[in-house]
């Protein structure tokens, strides 16, 4: 599993993030021609490679044209929801908006669809709210996570005067959030942009347990010396075979067994990383049959959940195990243009093993319209060559 974790030691601003992503592998043509698609003339956009306190960094700027007039939120809702995105990047982009007017409104006492941002503001909010969600999704991540998000202090300039870090409607849009304090951050680290973003793509603290794969900074405005201001980002995979997990185990005899697959599918949603049954002999003469699950430590109680709502059980039982598993990473080959399977590579002692994901497997053969077995057996062969394949 691909994941994603946002350092926010020195905070999150969108200009930021669009350069961490950049600086981990997002094509910068993309961004560059993000304006046009949204319909936003006469932005320029400047991508640099910089150094912030001594640490290599990845600068974003957009050069907006002046408008004497400015938007309401519920303006920028309405232009992401009619942009040339996925659902999933529009309905996270209108989500943050709204949370931005939500604040934006708390603070000043309006409505929040009404909440006024100058053109400049306005067209730059869009951009980087837009461009950070869509940003990973090109990065191709299951899932995002984050590290506790600098505030900054001191004092910020606002249109009516000096407010204090973090600023209301930061402070109102990091509500629940994890956050850090006394460090080397001054002025104002986290912006109501870098806020928003972390509650619609956020899943929270990361795993325990992950493999780096690459990393990534994206440059703030200013420079000091001391510290760098930049946010970092981490490319990794989640280690799931490594540590400690927890199984749970139950015993039914009152449940269709054509309920079986709904309910792995759901534990599997819930954390699970396996999910086994099995016919059991119950008391009375009764048949029935075992569900044994591993879950993940952190993931117990979720999986302990969809196991009282999607079964029939009335009581579970739980034990804390130690799991001793082989390495392993996943690789995706390309079985024509459209279609791709990910494979698990095991890392034994004496080599590597092969493991195509059976539910690509299944896709890719409907696409090809080939045996399941000859579309596993194909992955495995290419997956063999893409590992074997010396590095450049």
Not at 63 to 81: A, D, K, S
Request: charged share 25%; hydrophobic share 45%.
């Amino acid at each position: 599993m691909r994941i994603a974790i946002l350092d926010p030691a020195a905070g999150i601003s969108g200009d930021m993030t669009l350069g961490a992503l950049l600086a981990v592998g997002v094509p910068a043509s993309w961004l560059e021609e993000l304006p046009g698609r949204l319909g936003l003339e006469g932005v320029a956009v400047a991508i640099r490679d910089v150094s912030r306190s001594s640490v290599g960094c990845t600068r974003v700027q957009f050069t907006i044209p002046e408008q004497p007039h400015g938007r309401h939120v519920g303006e920028l809702v309405r232009l992401v929801e009619h942009a040339p995105v996925s659902d999933w990047v529009k309905q996270r982009a209108a989500r943050a908006f709204q949370m931005i007017g939500e604040a934006e409104g708390r603070v000043h006492g309006v409505p929040p669809e009404k909440v006024h941002l100058h053109e400049v503001g306005a067209v730059d909010a869009v951009l980087d709210v837009v461009g950070a969600i869509e940003g990973f999704e090109l990065l191709g991540v299951e899932a995002v996570y984050h590290w506790p998000v600098a505030l900054g202090s001191g004092w910020v300039e606002a249109t009516h005067g000096r407010l204090p870090v973090p600023a209301p409607a930061t402070a109102i849009l990091l509500e629940g959030l994890e956050v850090a304090t006394g460090g080397p951050v001054e002025g104002e680290a986290t912006t109501p942009t870098g806020a928003a973003l972390l509650r619609v793509l956020s899943a929270g603290a990361p795993p325990e347990r992950w493999r780096m794969v690459r990393s990534g900074w994206g440059a703030g405005g200013r420079d000091p010396k001391h510290y760098p201001n930049a946010l970092r980002l981490l490319v990794a995979e989640q280690a799931a075979e490594a540590g400690r997990v927890v199984l749970l185990a139950t015993d039914v005899d009152d449940m269709s067994p054509e309920y079986v697959e709904p309910l792995r599918q759901a534990l599997t949603a819930a954390g699970a990383l396996d999910v086994e049954t099995w016919p059991v002999q119950m008391k009375k003469g009764r048949a029935g049959f075992r569900i044994e699950v591993v879950a993940p430590e952190a993931a117990a109680d979720a999986v302990t959940a969809a196991l009282f709502r999607h079964s029939t059980t009335a009581g579970v039982r739980r034990w804390v195990a130690e799991r001793a598993t082989l390495p392993r990473h996943q690789v995706t080959v390309q079985l024509a243009p459209e279609v791709s399977v990910r494979v698990k590579v095991l890392e034994q002692p004496e080599g590597v093993r092969m493991k195509p994901e059976y539910d690509d497997v299944l896709a890719a053969a409907r696409a090809l319209g080939r045996p399941p077995l000859e579309v596993a057996r194909a992955a495995e062969r290419d997956a063999e060559a893409l590992v074997a394949k010396p590095k450049e």
